[in-house]
């Protein structure tokens, strides 16, 4: 059974910094993508980042590039986000999500429960 | 940026059928998936490919995709489908996942 676990959400100050985490078992995770994406208060699903399966290439929304970082640690089954120079905008529950496969034109068949990040002062 | 547009809220009588559209400049090039979301849960996947169901989805949901519309359709509908609906594509010119603004199923 696929299992998507996510810890590291917390109230954090504006400019301040989070890393978000995603525990995954139940299938051979280097051989597909992950993805992290976000749902601002009352609002809609946006994607977020993704690092790929088996090579490790990472990619961005435009809204995060240079201040948030996704990296893979295949010895535990885990991804993170790492997040800074946060600000109310990143304020979201932030879902990890499976890829069904390495990277491309596919679709997220399993996701996280979840991690609210809540940017204030 | 890539932009999927999707309407705001759609409202449909028990047993009746709805249609929840996803609009782009032929879309039907690309493969759309779709996902539902109840209150206060995590997305789930509803549709994948235009019209393939995971398992355990009921076939009262199916999906189409031509020209500039795709269209996930519910036969059927049943109080517990009350939920958002995402549509989803792949941009490979920015490899960019992109989501629809999202559709609010309301059975009335």
């Known amino acids: 059974e696929v299992q998507l676990l996510q810890s590291g959400g917390d109230l954090v100050q504006p400019g301040g910094s989070l890393r978000l985490s995603c525990a995954a078992s139940g299938f051979s995770f280097d051989n597909y993508a992950m993805n992290w994406v976000r749902q601002a208060p009352g609002k809609g699903l946006e994607w977020v980042a993704a690092?790929?399966?088996?090579?490790?290439?990472?990619y961005y929304a435009d809204s995060v590039k240079g201040r948030f970082t996704v990296s893979r640690d295949s010895s535990k089954n885990t991804i993170h986000l790492h997040m800074n120079s946060l600000s109310a905008e990143d304020t979201a529950v932030y879902y990890c999500a499976k890829d069904s496969g390495p990277w491309g034109s596919n679709y997220l068949d399993y996701w996280g429960q979840g991690a609210l990040v809540t940017v204030s002062s | 940026s890539y932009v999927l547009t999707q309407p705001p809220s759609v409202s449909v009588a028990p047993g009746k059928t709805a249609k929840i559209t996803c609009g782009d400049s032929n879309i039907g090039s690309r493969s759309v998936h779709w996902y539902q979301q109840k209150p206060g849960q995590a997305p789930t996947l509803l549709i994948f490919y235009d019209s393939d169901r995971p398992s355990g989805i009921p076939e009262r949901f199916s999906g189409s995709n031509s020209g500039n519309t795709a269209t996930l359709t519910i036969s059927r509908v049943e109080v517990g489908d009350e939920a958002d609906y995402y549509c989803?594509?792949?941009?490979?010119?920015?490899?960019?996942?992109?989501f629809g603004g999202g559709t609010k199923l309301t059975v009335l």
């Open positions: 989803q594509v792949w941009d490979s010119s920015s490899e960019h996942r992109v």
């Open positions: 690092v790929s399966g088996s090579e490790d290439r990472t």
